[in-house]
């Protein structure tokens, strides 16, 4: 069964940085996608940033594009949210998840992390 673990939450001010990480095991198969995803108090759960196994493609909301960085370690088993020019906009809970689909849409998404909280001061 696939296991995912996150990590590197915290509390940050405005303009600050923070690392995620995202522990990955269980996977059957080579071919899949792990995404980052948020959900802020009254807010609805969105996609933030995902990245495929296969050929390493990777995908950011706009609002995030050119702040964040998604990336992986060699063995493809950890994955990293960099996140920098921090705003309170950013602050949610932070959720690892993956699928064998095509990573586009939440509802492909049939593994998820416990999530990490980060929080952004103003």
């Known amino acids: 069964e696939v296991q995912l673990v996150e990590s590197g939450g915290g509390l940050v001010q405005a303009g600050g940085s923070l690392r995620l990480s995202c522990a990955a095991s269980g996977f059957t198969s080579n071919d899949y996608v792990i995404g980052w995803f948020r959900q802020a108090p009254g807010k609805e759960r969105e996609g933030v940033s995902y990245?495929?196994?296969?050929?390493?493609?990777?995908y950011y909301r706009s609002t995030v594009k050119g702040r964040f960085t998604i990336s992986s370690d060699n063995a493809k088993s950890t994955v990293h949210l960099q996140m920098n020019s921090l705003s309170p906009e950013d602050t949610a809970l932070y959720y690892c998840?993956?699928?064998?689909?095509?990573?586009?849409?939440?509802?492909?998404?049939?593994?998820w992390g416990r999530g990490t909280q980060v929080t952004v001061s103003s």
């Open positions: 998840a993956a699928t064998y689909g095509s990573g586009k849409y939440v509802g492909e998404y049939n593994y």
């Open positions: 990245i495929s196994s296969r050929d390493g493609s990777t």
